[in-house]
């Protein structure tokens, strides 16, 4: 710091009479380190910084609180309606299945007395044959009917385990429409894979039901066909 000092001569020359010394000091005015540090204003960029804190912490808490439940709950209302229709489709097409093998078991038991028989003539053997197959064929269109909706089925959803379930059933039905495709061949019901596919079924779909009641369902949708 700098320090002038200041005095004047005395008017009369032969009389020295003392002065006062004046010491003037320039003021400093450069503001004290701390009070651009710990100042009750903060800068600007610390403004800005808290600022955006604490905006992340307001939008953390809406989606802890509002959006993300909201989210799930949409999603849990989604895979609900995906699964139900799923259940349905699955539950028409093992309908199918049952009519068929019913209708198709009626024409042969009639058949077969006659058809074991060395009495009925090759006429009436060809005919039975012809009712047989076309029962058959009826039977078959009713399942692939019930196996187009599914595969076409938009609403089903592209989870893993909705995918997993329709597949299976897809399947499960293909299986079947093949083997009432074979003339005559229906009459002795389903090969030996059917039963485990019907189980591999009933397995995918509680698997992917969404909740314990509709798990229940699906234990319960497929049929008694192949047991």
Not at 109 to 120: D, H, I, K, R, V
Not at 219 to 226: A, K, L, N, R
């Amino acid at each position: 710091m700098l320090r002038t000092m200041s005095f004047r001569r005395p008017d009369n020359g032969d009389e020295q009479v003392p002065r006062p010394l004046e010491i003037t000091a320039p003021i400093d005015v450069t503001p004290a380190p701390d009070a651009l540090e710990y100042g009750d204003e903060p800068r600007p960029a610390r403004r800005w910084l808290l600022g955006t804190v604490a905006l992340g912490v307001v939008v953390a808490s809406l989606l802890v609180a509002v959006v993300i439940p909201h989210q799930r709950a949409v999603q849990q209302r989604r895979d609900r309606v995906s699964y139900d229709r799923l259940l349905s489709l699955t539950a028409a097409g093992e309908a199918s299945v049952e009519q068929a093998v019913s209708h198709t078991r009626d024409v042969v038991q009639y058949a077969e007395p006659l058809l074991n028989s060395p009495l009925t003539s090759q006429a009436v053997r060809s005919e039975l044959y012809r009712q047989i197959s076309s029962a058959a064929l009826q039977s078959r269109a009713g399942i692939e009917a019930e196996r187009q909706r599914l595969a076409d089925d938009r609403v089903i959803g592209r989870a893993p385990r909705l995918r997993a379930a329709r597949a299976a059933t897809l399947t499960y039905l293909a299986d079947w429409s093949a083997l009432f495709g074979q003339a005559g061949g229906a009459a002795g019901g389903p090969g030996g894979d059917s039963n485990a596919e019907r189980l591999a079924v009933r397995a995918a779909l509680v698997n992917a039901a969404p909740d314990a009641v509709r798990a229940a369902r699906a234990d319960s949708v497929m049929g008694s066909v192949g047991r």
